[in-house]
Nanobody, 110 residues
Framework: QMQLVESGGGLVQPGGSLRLSCAASGSITSANYAAWYRQAPGKQRELVAAITSDNNKTFGRFTIFRDNAKNTVSLQMNSLKPEDTAVYYC?????????WGQGTQVTVSS
């Protein structure tokens, strides 16, 4: 059973940057898909960024990275805005199973 642990969240001022990290308890080499989602209070969970096993990734405001050697997936967030405030979740799809982390809080506020 794979476990995912997110880290790197916290309080940041508007315009600042954060890098979130998701550490897997096992190898992610075979993970077909890895992604970051977020959920703000009162809103539905939404996809932030995703990356496949062959490093095809979505392109948006934030950049996702995958390091199979370290079993980590990271999310680089720059130019953060107050509306980016949310709990950020890591997700991986491996061997037919969806795995989720417990989430890390990101708060963008002055």
């Amino acid at each position: 059973q794979m476990q995912l642990v997110e880290s790197g969240g916290g309080l940041v001022q508007p315009g600042g940057s954060l890098r979130l990290s998701c550490a897997a308890s096992g190898s992610i080499t075979s993970a077909n898909y890895a992604a970051w989602y977020r959920q703000a209070p009162g809103k539905q969970r939404e996809l932030v960024a995703a990356i496949t096993s062959d490093n095809n990734k979505t392109f948006g405001r934030f950049t996702i990275f995958r390091d199979n050697a370290k079993n980590t997936v990271s999310l680089q967030m720059n130019s953060l805005k107050p509306e980016d405030t949310a709990v950020y979740y890591c997700q991986m799809y491996l061997a037919g199973i969806d795995y989720w982390g417990q989430g890390t809080q990101v708060t963008v506020s002055s």
